[in-house]
Nanobody, 114 residues
């Protein structure tokens, strides 16, 4: 299985931006759809964005217009650009295949607070 290492999280004020990166241990070119997921305290993990190998994207309503997912198959990396962050975006963010999950990484914490 491919393993993922997420990075780029941190503490940011409301309205701020962060760019998350997800480095895969193997090729992601064979994974048709990659996704970013998040899990807030006390809540289930949810899919927030996904991108196909053809670069088609899909977003959860809660992040549409604010987040942008992209992938670089040559670098085996998936990105999530997050703008206009809100306190409700606070969560641990993970990347993984969709819908056929690989092993979960450790995630990266995003905290939006003033």
């Amino acid at each position: 299985q491919v393993q993922f290492v997420e990075s780029g999280g941190g503490l940011v004020q409301p309205g701020g931006s962060l760019r998350l990166s997800c480095a895969a241990s193997g090729s992601i070119a064979r994974i048709y759809t990659m996704g970013w997921y998040r899990q807030a305290p006390g809540k289930d993990r949810e899919l927030v964005a996904r991108v196909t190998s053809g670069r088609s994207t899909n977003y959860a309503d809660s992040v549409k217009g604010r987040f942008t997912i992209s992938r670089d198959n040559a670098k085996n990396t998936v990105y999530l650009q997050m703008n206009s962050l809100k306190p409700e975006d606070t969560a641990v963010y993970y990347c993984n295949a969709y819908p056929f999950l690989q092993s979960w990484g450790q995630g990266t914490q995003v905290t939006v607070s003033s």
